[in-house]
């Protein structure tokens, strides 16, 4: 007898919101009108745009800080325009790039604990674009390679190490980007453009290797993500203003290999793609909902699964890196919703009666470790990502990652600014002591901030327990 019921193990996934107390509440969500995802995470911090007077600002929280958000919070706020897109580094956690309407792009370092004191100075300040940087997004296999795309139709890629503009993709779009996505081994991108047109190019030959015009044919943005297999994957509008996902074979572009039709709403589709179980989530702007779909190789190629409601619309969408997950849980998403005035984390697990690791949900997935240097991709190698298992939870990795932090953007820069004034080996002797050293004063500075902290609380309880006493009397 024919299967009527397609077997997939992620048949039964299902959507929950955590409690309130786990909410990051009171929080003033950016209400700049762009199509980002407004929301960046990974397994130490969420990041978010917020509104800010006078320039640009983020806040990042560590995740276990949930509860309600205090105003005087420190922010991340060097920016003289509103921030616009945060992307946080898949090589080292405790480092952020930002793209702003000041047409700049800025990258931060984060210390270990979070913020104490507001952060104004960005370990390095990338200017190129001439008008403002809606899209931010880091190298997935390659140490200190950045990719920015701008309102001035330009892709630039950065070396963040050195500060430089390495590659710039200039006539290739005719007019806005709306999104830019790396393959799985970052040797091409994909774009969608306000054009109605899909591009696949590789950045270091800069050349457009395949092109596919009106692939969507509504007049509302497009969004297209490479999944793991190489295809290519979009959403978009019909004629009709119906929302549609389309998956695209990028050796043959002139037809789609499938196009589900969804829905008629205006909120742009945000595409979230998990490479390890091929599950696809999209998020549309201002919707309550999340949909969920299976890929798989054999026709019709995209299963819908199920979809996740809520009451609230959503501003915004943070989505977790595999490696921040709870195994024990059977937990394959995360997702961080951002309402008004709160972020909302969204738990998406696949129900399993035994407590043992389930590891065909969880195939070694990409792990903290860069494959390439930035010089090494720069020449033309591809490095696919080194995978870790996540069969003891991510504990293991925490000890990898203080090394990627001590290799990092600080020590690049220093050693740039010691190489034009002495030889290599003096230059690597002096950035230790000078790295010591500022690590030295910036927990001086946390203590001192922690101290004053405690004595305007403990002043705070002295008049507080005062009025007690009056109440009392």
Same mark, same amino acid.
């Given at each position: 007898?024919? =299967?009527?019921?397609?077997?997939?193990?992620?048949?039964? #996934?299902?959507?929950?919101? /955590?409690?309130?107390?786990?909410?990051?509440?009171?929080?003033?969500?950016?209400?700049? @009108?762009?199509?980002?995802?407004?929301?960046?995470?990974?397994?130490?911090? /969420?990041?978010?745009?917020?509104?800010?007077?006078?320039?640009?600002?983020?806040? /990042?929280?560590?995740?276990?800080?949930? &509860? =309600?958000?205090?105003?005087? +919070?420190? @922010? %991340?706020?060097?920016?003289? &325009?509103? /921030?616009?897109?945060?992307?946080?580094?898949?090589?080292?956690?405790?480092?952020?790039?930002? $793209?702003?309407?000041?047409?700049?792009?800025?990258?931060?370092? #984060?210390?270990?604990?979070?913020?104490?004191?507001?952060?104004?100075?960005?370990?390095?300040?990338?200017?190129?674009?001439?008008? =403002? %940087?809606?899209?931010?997004?880091?190298?997935?296999?390659?140490? !200190? %390679?950045?990719?920015?795309?701008?309102?001035?139709?330009?892709?630039?890629?950065?070396?963040?190490?050195?500060?430089?503009?390495?590659?710039?993709?200039?006539?290739m779009h005719p007019d806005v980007i709306y999104n830019v996505s790396w393959n799985r081994n970052g040797s091409l991108i994909c774009t969608s453009c306000k054009d109605k047109s899909i591009r696949v190019i590789d950045p270091r030959k800069e050349t457009i290797v395949a092109e596919k015009e009106k692939a969507h044919e509504g007049a509302r943005p497009m969004r297209a993500i490479f999944l793991s297999n190489g295809d290519i994957l979009t959403t978009g509008f019909s004629r009709m203003s119906e929302r549609q996902l389309a998956l695209w074979n990028v050796q043959n572009m002139e037809e789609p290999m499938t196009v589900n039709e969804m829905d008629t709403s205006n909120g742009v589709l945000l595409p979230f793609y998990d490479p390890d179980t091929n599950v696809v989530y999209l998020c549309g702007k201002g919707d309550s909902s999340i949909r969920y779909f299976e890929i798989t190789d054999e026709a019709p190629y995209v299963h819908f699964l199920n979809t996740f409601v809520s009451?609230?619309?959503?501003? &915004?969408? $943070?989505?977790?890196?595999?490696?921040?997950?709870?195994?024990?849980?059977?937990?394959?998403?995360?997702? +961080?919703?951002?309402?008004?005035?709160?972020?909302?984390?969204?738990?998406?697990?696949?129900?399993?009666?035994?407590?043992?690791?389930?590891?065909?949900?969880?195939?070694?997935?990409? $792990?903290?470790?860069?494959?390439?240097?930035?010089?090494?991709?720069?020449?033309?190698? !591809?490095?696919?990502?080194?995978?870790?298992?996540?069969?003891? $939870?991510?504990?293991?990795?925490?000890?990898?990652?203080?090394?990627?932090?001590?290799?990092? #953007?600080?020590?690049?820069? %220093?050693?740039?600014? @010691?190489?034009?004034?002495?030889?290599?080996?003096?230059?690597?002797?002096? @950035?230790?002591?000078?790295?010591?050293?500022?690590?030295?004063?910036?927990?001086?500075?946390?203590?001192? *901030?922690?101290?004053?902290?405690? *004595?305007?609380?403990?002043?705070?309880?002295?008049?507080?327990?005062?009025?007690? *006493?009056?109440?009392?009397?």
């Amino acid at each position: 007898m024919r =299967r009527v019921v397609r077997q997939s193990k992620f048949r039964h #996934i299902f959507g929950q919101a /955590v409690k309130y107390d786990q909410c990051y509440d009171d929080i003033r969500v950016s209400r700049v @009108t762009w199509d980002s995802s407004f929301c960046a995470v990974n397994p130490k911090f /969420v990041a978010i745009i917020i509104e800010a007077s006078g320039g640009g600002a983020f806040l /990042v929280l560590p995740l276990h800080k949930s &509860g =309600r958000i205090d105003k005087s +919070y420190p @922010t %991340v706020c060097g920016h003289t &325009g509103p /921030v616009l897109d945060i992307d946080w580094c898949p090589h080292n956690d405790q480092v952020i790039a930002s $793209g702003s309407e000041d047409c700049t792009v800025m990258v931060w370092q #984060i210390p270990e604990n979070g913020l104490v004191t507001a952060m104004s100075e960005p370990v390095v300040v990338l200017e190129g674009h001439s008008k =403002r %940087v809606g899209i931010i997004t880091w190298h997935p296999t390659a140490r !200190n %390679v950045l990719l920015s795309a701008g309102c001035d139709n330009q892709i630039i890629i950065w070396n963040v190490g050195t500060g430089e503009a390495m590659i710039s993709l200039e006539d290739m779009h005719p007019d806005v980007i709306y999104n830019v996505s790396w393959n799985r081994n970052g040797s091409l991108i994909c774009t969608s453009c306000k054009d109605k047109s899909i591009r696949v190019i590789d950045p270091r030959k800069e050349t457009i290797v395949a092109e596919k015009e009106k692939a969507h044919e509504g007049a509302r943005p497009m969004r297209a993500i490479f999944l793991s297999n190489g295809d290519i994957l979009t959403t978009g509008f019909s004629r009709m203003s119906e929302r549609q996902l389309a998956l695209w074979n990028v050796q043959n572009m002139e037809e789609p290999m499938t196009v589900n039709e969804m829905d008629t709403s205006n909120g742009v589709l945000l595409p979230f793609y998990d490479p390890d179980t091929n599950v696809v989530y999209l998020c549309g702007k201002g919707d309550s909902s999340i949909r969920y779909f299976e890929i798989t190789d054999e026709a019709p190629y995209v299963h819908f699964l199920n979809t996740f409601v809520s009451k609230e619309p959503q501003r &915004g969408m $943070g989505y977790m890196p595999k490696r921040g997950l709870d195994v024990n849980k059977c937990e394959i998403a995360r997702f +961080y919703k951002l309402h008004e005035r709160k972020c909302e984390p969204i738990v998406m697990t696949v129900p399993r009666k035994s407590d043992l690791f389930q590891d065909d949900l969880y195939p070694d997935t990409a $792990g903290p470790d860069p494959a390439l240097e930035a010089e090494e991709w720069f020449e033309g190698k !591809n490095g696919d990502p080194i995978l870790i298992s996540l069969k003891n $939870g991510y504990v293991p990795g925490k000890n990898r990652e203080f090394k990627v932090v001590k290799k990092n #953007i600080l020590d690049s820069k %220093v050693n740039k600014n @010691t190489e034009n004034s002495s030889p290599a080996n003096k230059s690597a002797s002096s @950035t230790p002591s000078i790295k010591s050293e500022a690590k030295m004063e910036e927990i001086l500075k946390e203590i001192k *901030s922690l101290k004053d902290l405690i *004595s305007s609380q403990e002043k705070r309880i002295i008049k507080l327990e005062e009025q007690m *006493s009056k109440v009392a009397i």
